[in-house]
């Protein structure tokens, strides 16, 4: 029988690894549109919405991370495997956080506060330049690369361990 992690545990891990994918897409699909587009008005909106998503849910995961004991499983995995896992963990975690910072305040950078769905009212937490504006969206843009670099090369590990190692590492989170 294979150990798993909690039900929560995997929700939270599969759910967010989807939303940050469907982020990436539509913040590299968004920056093409033109003013003459469907979604020029939608898309932006809905990719502020499924950020704020994130950033609930990452404090969810945050939450977990420092109120609970980390599970230990048996490692059979070589020591630089298991480094290679604890930094890449480390860096998702920091790199979400910077992303939805980064997010939240070039939305309301202009200081102006930021309306959702014409109910939801997000707070600016201070007023930008457009050239501080620019600045965060080219951190923001950086970031979104390397959280996709990340998560090929976690992808890619569980991949490894599943087909090549033919361990339970994948199976845990399943």
Same mark, same amino acid.
């Given at each position: 029988m294979t150990l798993k992690y909690t039900l929560a545990s995997r929700f939270l891990h599969w759910l967010t690894a989807l939303l940050i994918i469907a982020l990436f897409v539509s913040?590299?699909?968004m920056v /093409?549109?033109?003013?003459?587009?469907?979604w020029y008005q939608t898309l932006p /909106? &809905? !990719?502020i919405v499924g950020g704020v998503l994130l950033m609930?849910?990452? $404090? =969810?995961? =945050?939450?977990? &991370?420092?109120?609970?004991? /980390?599970?230990?499983f048996p490692q059979p !995995?070589?020591?630089? /495997?298991?480094l290679a896992a604890?930094?890449?963990?480390? =860096?998702?975690?920091i790199l979400v956080v910077l992303m939805v910072c980064t997010g939240y305040l070039i939305a309301t950078g202009q200081g102006e506060p930021l309306l959702l769905f014409e109910t939801v009212k997000l707070p600016a937490l201070s007023h930008f330049s457009a050239a501080q504006i620019d600045n965060m969206g080219w951190i923001h843009e950086y970031i979104s690369y &390397? &959280? #996709?670099?990340? $998560? =090929?090369? !976690?992808?890619?590990g569980a991949l490894k361990h599943h087909f090549i190692d033919k361990d339970d590492?994948?199976?845990? #989170?399943?």
């Open positions: 913040g590299w699909y /093409e549109l033109d003013y003459y587009s469907s /909106e &809905l !990719h609930l849910l990452w $404090l =969810l995961v =945050l939450s977990r &991370l420092f109120r609970s004991q /980390e599970i230990t !995995h070589k020591s630089f /495997e298991r604890k930094w890449v963990k480390r =860096l998702f975690y &390397l &959280l #996709m670099i990340l $998560l =090929l090369f !976690h992808a890619t590492t994948l199976k845990r #989170m399943l």
